[in-house]
């Protein structure tokens, strides 16, 4: 386990608070596969799974903003395009033999996540809690 999952990350709607809690457990499989055998085939099919998660999650958060007629809808929609494209890079760079998979990059998927739940899901909260 790299990095726990604390009750300070929860956005108080129950589905988008698993989605999340699934993203960072599968950081935290990298991290383990990274501190074990590090298989390059496990380690891009766990890459591909966090993309589609986020891919499924994105999703669902953006129809839901959309119901509420959230105001920072555009803005919110940018980051995760924005957040898409850095793992899209990422996954690439590793594919392609560019980048290794390293503690630091860990930590920057790590960072990649909460800083997204910290600065904009958070602001979704008085709108949207439902636990
Ligand atoms: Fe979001
Ligand atoms: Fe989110």
């Known amino acids: 386990?790299?990095?726990?999952?604390?009750?300070?990350?929860?956005?108080?709607?129950?589905k988008?608070?698993?989605q999340h809690k699934d993203?960072?457990?599968?950081?935290?499989?990298?991290?383990?596969?990274?501190?074990?055998?590090?298989?390059?085939?496990?380690?891009?099919?766990?890459?591909?799974?966090?993309?589609l998660n986020t891919m499924n999650h994105f999703s669902d958060e953006e129809q839901a903003l959309h119901e509420i007629n959230y105001s920072e809808i555009l803005d919110h929609m940018d980051e995760h395009l924005n957040l898409l494209q850095e793992l899209h890079d990422l996954k690439t760079d590793y594919m392609n033999n560019r980048i290794d998979i390293s503690e630091e990059l860990v930590g920057f998927l790590a960072n990649w996540l909460i800083v997204?739940?910290?600065?904009?899901?958070?602001?979704?909260?008085?709108?949207?809690?439902?636990e």
Request: aromatic residues 8%; glycine residues 2%.
């Open 23 to 51: 993203m960072l457990q599968i950081i935290n499989a990298i991290h383990d596969e990274l501190l074990g055998n590090n298989r390059r085939e496990t380690q891009i099919q766990l890459l591909d799974k966090l993309t």
């Open 1 to 14: 386990m790299y990095l726990e999952w604390n009750d300070q990350y929860s956005v108080q709607v129950k």
């Open 16 to 18: 988008f608070n698993a």
């Open 116 to 130: 997204h739940i910290e600065d904009m899901d958070k602001q979704y909260i008085p709108l949207m809690r439902d």
